[in-house]
Structure formats: structure tokens, C-alpha cells
């Protein structure tokens, strides 16, 4: 009969050695990384993607495949890092096309994951406004109005934080709207 014995529990998970093997292994610039970033992309190890698409130089396939994964706040870090300012307009358009199909609370997650809290909390506001207008419950108008105040606090904090490492956050979209 056949044994199967158990790893130990202090051992890496399997996904990990993985990543840890193709690092050490794999020069960079290689094709072969990304045959392994599109693996990765296609089980959904983002963040190992990610660094194998950096890796084979191709950041463009990495912004991507964060955008596919729904990994917004790593696209826009990615897209920043990169300059690559289109990611400004895919946001937009995505959060634009869940605008249309009145799923404003998926937009506010949207705005939320790629970091851009002052578009939250005016969607947030915005969401209670028309509970308030509905005659909604009176608890569930007040989180909506919480939420949005918690997230121009998260807003301030980044800034806060910005300023006090020196490293620029980037307000322009914020300030013209």
C-alpha cells in the first residue's frame, strides 16, 4: 500500500517554492518568464506574475495582467512607477461602464483598491443622497455618509504620509475635478 507522507508545516506552501525556484533559476530578460508570468496570470498569483513580466521586461503585460486579476491598486502602483499614464483612462472607462449599469457600489471598490478615495467618497456621498431622497433606512444612509467621511480621512492620511516621507501623491486628477 502506499504512503503518502505529509510535508512538514514549517515548509513553504507550494505556490511559493515555485516562485522562489523560477527566481533563482530564470536570468532575467528570459522568454521563459513570461510563458511563466502568463501560468501565473492564469491561476491567479498576481503578484508573481507581476514580478516575472518586471523581470522579462515587459511591464505593459504586468499592468495587465493586474487590470485581468482586478488588482487595481497594484495597476495604478505599476502604471505610476512606470509612467504609464493610461491607466488613468482605463480606470475611468471601467468605472464609467459599472457607473452605467447603476453598480455604484463596485465603482466605490474600484476607486477604493487603485487608492483614489476622494472618487469614493463622492460616490459614497452620492449613494446617500439618494437613500435620503428614497426615505431609506435611517442606519443605512448614516454608514453610507461614515464611509465616505472614513475614506477622505484615508485620503489625508496618504497625503499626510506623502509629505512627511517626501514623495509625491499624485492629486492632479483630485484637484480638477
Same mark, same amino acid.
Given at each position: ?54 523581470r522579462a521586461g515587459d ?15 497594484? !495597476?495604478?502602483? &505599476?502604471?505610476? /512607477? ?10 475611468? +472607462? $471601467?468605472?464609467?461602464? *459599472? ?36 426615505? !431609506?433606512?435611517? &442606519?443605512?444612509? /448614516?454608514k453610507m455618509f461614515v ?6 480621512? +484615508? $485620503?489625508?492620511?496618504? *497625503? ?18
Open positions: 500500500f502506499l504512503m503518502i507522507r505529509r510535508p512538514p508545516r514549517s515548509t513553504q506552501s507550494r505556490s511559493s517554492a515555485a516562485s522562489d525556484v523560477y527566481k533563482r533559476q530564470i536570468p532575467d530578460g528570459s522568454p521563459a518568464l513570461l510563458e511563466l508570468g502568463d501560468r501565473f496570470q492564469s491561476v491567479g498569483m498576481c503578484d508573481a506574475a507581476v514580478n516575472a513580466y518586471a511591464v505593459k503585460k504586468g499592468i495587465d495582467c493586474c487590470v485581468l486579476l482586478n488588482q487595481w491598486n497594484l !495597476a495604478v502602483d &505599476l502604471a505610476e /512607477k512606470h509612467n504609464f499614464p493610461q491607466i488613468e483612462s482605463l480606470l475611468s +472607462m $471601467y468605472a464609467n461602464h *459599472l457607473l452605467e449599469k447603476r453598480k455604484k457600489l463596485e465603482a466605490v471598490e474600484l476607486y477604493r483598491k487603485a487608492n483614489r478615495n476622494t472618487e469614493a467618497a463622492r460616490l459614497l456621498s452620492s449613494i446617500g443622497a439618494d437613500l435620503v431622497a428614497k426615505d !431609506a433606512n435611517p &442606519l443605512t444612509v /448614516k464611509m465616505a467621511a472614513l475614506e477622505v480621512d +484615508m $485620503y489625508k492620511k496618504r *497625503l499626510f504620509d506623502a509629505s512627511m516621507t517626501g514623495t509625491g501623491v499624485n492629486t492632479t486628477k483630485t484637484l480638477d475635478t
